[in-house]
């Protein structure tokens, strides 16, 4: 089907081909009478909103109507709500047969088969972490009539990511949040769930071609950011007073998929997750990524923003701010990163391991321990003639903890006989006299970052025999 060219002729504002999605699902495909005239296709649809253009598709050589038909509002919701009313509607008193309304999808698809419910009903929001599913239903449920809400939460330790889901029972309903709802939120159309991006691809290849020919979008790359924040990508340029968290906003002109995301920013250590959601103002790419700490977040924003992916799109990294405390954000990574260098240090020079006390001269403190996770409360340690239960294998990266710090994270689920390291590798063992204890620490602890020293945790093979092993001190 040929669009160029197969216009109705007419009057008034006529968006331009990079304006025709813009905002997206603003245009509604019609399947009607081939006698139908666009005075009526305006007449009927007015009602629903501004009306920015109508076309009607005609035959290239007899100019004859083919039965379809566009009509571009100026909102989303407009042409969401024209969809829903005048589905299966008859136009006239003398129309027999019924039309039919579908969103139409993008040019940029390659195709206009009409847009599923699960793609327009469904919202992807920022929230405060302190949200319950209820507050965030009280927020939105002014725009409609709300089927579901979800919070996106940490599956270990239950907290909220400060993400969430809203579905609506129409999708004008989930228009209107969109657009009308506070700009803190960031809402826009989430992917649906069970569907892989099919046009990715066809996406990626008609910016491009766009881009070839010299045709740049007029509207702002980056709706959630200062065009000036993106503009320069001097990764010198002091903005002054920025938010600092472990979350960033990604976003690209050209689209990408969440494994594209992935790979880019797992080169920094650290990444926790990372989700790509459409942005309802643009036909650009934006995602969320999540770092375990703010210095692997830091690093990520200071050598990725402005990365060019692929080469000649540059994409914009900027922090979330999820009402953390910089300060104390900044304070935890100094920490950490000293904590980490000295500990690589005393680990590749042994001789000087009697400088790493924490405690200062007295001896009498615990180790510091910097981490996100939450630790349970320091416990006895059992005896060391107590039969072992349990061995853990720990993996250390980039290098072992010191043993003071070993020994104050591990003893904490309790029932802890001894923790050693092998000498001279990156790896060591827990003995427990607890099989419930020693497994609490593996879910506790296994892929976490403790003093800039990311741990692996897991179950030793069993010796043949413990108690005839040699005893390893060191």
Aim: aromatic share 10%.
């Amino acid at each position: 089907m040929d669009e160029a060219g197969s216009c109705a002729s007419g009057g008034g504002f006529r968006p331009g081909v990079d304006s025709l999605d813009e905002p997206p699902n603003s245009r509604i495909f019609l399947v009607i009478s081939k006698y139908t005239p666009e005075s009526v296709l305006r007449e009927r649809f007015s009602p629903f909103g501004e009306i920015q253009d109508i076309w009607v598709v005609r035959d290239k050589h007899t100019k004859e109507s083919k039965g379809i038909a566009f009509v571009k509002f100026a909102r989303s919701s407009q042409a969401c709500r024209a969809m829903e009313e005048m589905h299966g509607q008859c136009l006239s008193p003398n129309d027999t047969k019924p039309i039919k309304v579908f969103i139409a999808q993008s040019r940029s698809s390659g195709s206009h088969r009409d847009v599923e419910d699960e793609e327009l009903t469904r919202i992807f929001v920022m929230i405060p972490k302190s949200y319950t599913e209820e507050d965030l239903r009280e927020k939105f449920k002014v725009y409609g009539d709300i089927e579901y809400c979800s919070i996106i939460k940490n599956k270990v330790t239950g907290e909220s990511k400060g993400l969430g889901y809203v579905r609506y029972l129409k999708p004008s309903q989930a228009a209107q949040a969109i657009e009308n709802c506070d700009r803190s939120f960031r809402a826009i159309l989430a992917e649906p769930k069970n569907k892989a991006s099919e046009s990715s691809e066809q996406e990626y290849y008609s910016n491009m071609r766009q881009e070839t020919l010299g045709h740049e979008p007029r509207v702002n790359m980056f709706p959630f950011e200062q065009q000036s924040e993106f503009s320069s990508f001097d990764k010198n340029d002091n903005r002054g007073q920025e938010a600092i968290s472990k979350r960033l906003s990604v976003v690209s002109r050209v689209p990408f998929t969440e494994e594209q995301l992935f790979s880019i920013f797992d080169i920094v250590p650290g990444l926790e997750y990372c989700e790509v959601q459409r942005d309802p103002y643009s036909n650009y790419g934006h995602g969320v990524v999540q770092y375990f700490n703010v210095a692997s977040a830091i690093y990520a924003k200071y050598k990725l923003h402005g990365f060019q992916y692929p080469p000649g799109n540059r994409i914009g990294v900027s922090f979330i701010d999820d009402g953390s405390n910089a300060t104390d954000l900044l304070r935890k990574m100094a920490t950490q990163m000293v904590a980490a260098q000295l500990a690589s240090m005393v680990w590749n020079n042994p001789s000087q391991q009697q400088f790493l006390q924490f405690g200062g001269n007295s001896g009498s403190q615990l180790p510091q321990i910097q981490t996100d996770v939450v630790l349970p409360s320091c416990k006895k340690k059992a005896p060391p003639e107590t039969p072992v239960k349990e061995r853990l294998f720990i993996v250390f990266n980039p290098h072992p903890l010191p043993l003071d710090v070993l020994e104050d994270i591990f003893c904490r689920f309790g029932n802890l006989i001894e923790v050693y390291l092998v000498s001279g590798k990156n790896v060591g063992y827990a003995k427990y006299a607890d099989r419930i204890s020693a497994n609490d620490a593996i879910t506790t602890l296994h892929g976490k970052i403790l003093n800039g020293v990311r741990l692996k945790v897991m179950l030793a093979d069993s010796p043949r025999e413990e108690s005839n092993k040699r005893q390893r001190t060191y």
